[in-house]
């Protein structure tokens, strides 16, 4: 009996290690989505109360209300064509993803870091500047 309780519990453990491993903490796909449509309304829901923008020569921390209406106004005037995923990752409690925003006004290199608040995923940073390719 206890073989089988100490068998038992063993593999509740491995099963629990196994989950939490495969668990990563991506940046959430709506994220990327919306950065591939130009959709700063989507994007605004995973804003963070204040978060740090680097777009065109806005650099700064902002409001989640202005950081909300300078990405909209960039989207404006830069319609979006298409966003390649580069490189996606994590470090310590924070998630990171990589890409190229391809857009009617030339490419830009855009940098995403969120972190968990709570239960939900928010943007700390997000860099959106002039590519060089």
Not at 19 to 36: C, F, H, K, W
Not at 44 to 65: G, P, R
Not at 116 to 124: C, L, P, V, Y
């Amino acid at each position: 009996m206890k073989k089988s309780l100490s068998l038992l519990f063993s593999l509740f453990i491995i099963a629990g290690t196994l989950t939490a491993y495969s668990r990563t903490m991506d940046v959430p796909s709506e994220i990327i989505n919306a950065l591939g449509k130009g959709d700063a309304s989507t994007i605004s829901t995973y804003l963070n109360t204040n978060v740090e923008l680097v777009i065109d020569n806005k650099n700064d921390i902002f409001s989640k209300q202005q950081a909300e209406s300078i990405i909209t106004d960039f989207f404006r005037r830069s319609p979006v064509k298409k966003f390649d995923l580069i490189h996606k990752g994590e470090k310590e409690s924070a998630s990171f993803a990589i890409g190229t925003l391809r857009t009617t006004n030339g490419n830009f290199r855009v940098y995403v870091l969120t972190r968990k608040n709570g239960s939900k995923d928010a943007i700390q940073q997000l860099r959106i500047e002039p590519s060089n390719d």
